[in-house]
């Protein structure tokens, strides 16, 4: 055979034996085909590699680079087809897989329910629309708090007992127990008193944690309302009264309240302050007391010019015994049953 006869023979064995595997590319049916398709192509004997060995047969080194350049043109083309097809068959393997484990979460209403605010967040509110009621503003600060503000401010130093009973958590940032979740609202107290100049007339609604086991009547993450009056003049019966008024408001007219001696480090004199339901009951509701003088001049106010109170209690207690809840956990454990009743 001529060298011309040699090198046409041979270009068009190539192309056919290139059409025959994108034909083969084209009809394989799943990947697994495809892929025991693509071992037979890249074999040493395939049709096309087959070819390699016969190129030592062209007399011309000219012949042998464009019978070259074919088999490369044809091997990558086949090797793009082979890639292509791969994509088409791994994109329709994940499409069935996601219409064979999809699941219609779609719930059947018989009737369409509007949600409403959780018992904790009425209760909030409510307690809101009653002391401002009784012309008190709202304020708020973080829950991720200093030492500084959350103890040493309100007259708790570190050697301070009172610290114990705050099972406290802190924060692994800054100097080691410098940076811990606020205990309790009352450091909203003291930069609302570096911010606000008297008179101020201030509540403070928020979250607070510590390290308490849940039971019928304690959460470790749970809800508190902090009162501050800082005026001249202000005396402990302004803070009677004003507990009075406020139980009254909220619970309504047929409860009153008392107060009892206490001691917190940061109200002097103080006081517990109870709630006695219609049946006679008195329930412990918070504490209370005159504003500890060190207190003040932490937030920057003058002790002999200005006088004041704080009280504090639990919001999620006061939503349990406002709806006679028995277990203060049920309201968090999103039971739509429990929940729809209020």
Not at 126 to 145: C, H, M, N, T
Not at 160 to 171: G, I, K, V, Y
Not at 242 to 260: N, P, Q, V, Y
């Amino acid at each position: 055979m001529s060298e011309q006869n040699l090198v046409g023979s041979m270009t068009a064995a190539i192309n056919e034996a290139k059409e025959s595997a994108m034909l083969a590319i084209r009809s394989t049916a799943d990947l697994a085909g495809l892929r025991a398709l693509s071992a037979d192509l890249n074999k040493k004997d395939s049709p096309l590699n087959s070819f390699k060995s016969e190129m030592g047969k062209l007399p011309s080194v000219e012949d042998k680079r464009s019978i070259g350049q074919l088999l490369n043109a044809a091997a990558t083309e086949i090797a793009a087809a082979l890639e292509s097809r791969t994509r088409e068959f791994a994109d329709s393997e994940i499409s069935a897989r996601i219409e064979s484990e999809s699941l219609d979460l779609t719930e059947l209403l018989v009737q369409r329910r509007r949600g409403h605010s959780h018992i904790v967040t009425q209760a909030t509110q409510r307690l809101e629309d009653v002391f401002i009621g009784l012309g008190f503003q709202i304020a708020e600060g973080p829950e991720v708090e200093t030492d500084f503000h959350n103890f040493e401010a309100l007259n708790m130093p570190k050697s301070h007992p009172a610290r114990s009973e705050f099972d406290t958590m802190f924060l692994e940032y800054g100097e080691p127990n410098s940076v811990l979740l606020r205990t309790h609202t009352s450091p909203v107290q003291i930069r609302v008193m570096k911010s606000w100049k008297p008179p101020i007339y201030a509540i403070m609604p928020g979250r607070v944690f510590r390290r308490d086991t849940p039971d019928a009547t304690h959460m470790p993450v749970f809800h508190q309302i902090e009162g501050l009056v800082i005026d001249r003049g202000i005396t402990f019966a302004h803070l009677a009264g004003t507990i009075e008024a406020f139980t009254k408001a909220f619970f309504g007219s047929e409860f009153t309240s008392r107060l009892r001696p206490s001691f917190f480090p940061f109200t002097e004199p103080s006081a517990e302050f109870d709630i006695r339901r219609a049946d006679g009951e008195w329930i412990e509701l918070g504490g209370c007391g005159m504003v500890h003088p060190n207190v003040l001049i932490s937030g920057g106010i003058d002790p002999e010019e200005f006088s004041g109170f704080a009280f504090g209690f639990g919001i999620d207690r006061m939503a349990k015994e406002r709806h006679k809840v028995e277990d203060i956990r049920e309201m968090y454990t999103n039971d739509l049953r429990f929940l729809r009743q209020f």
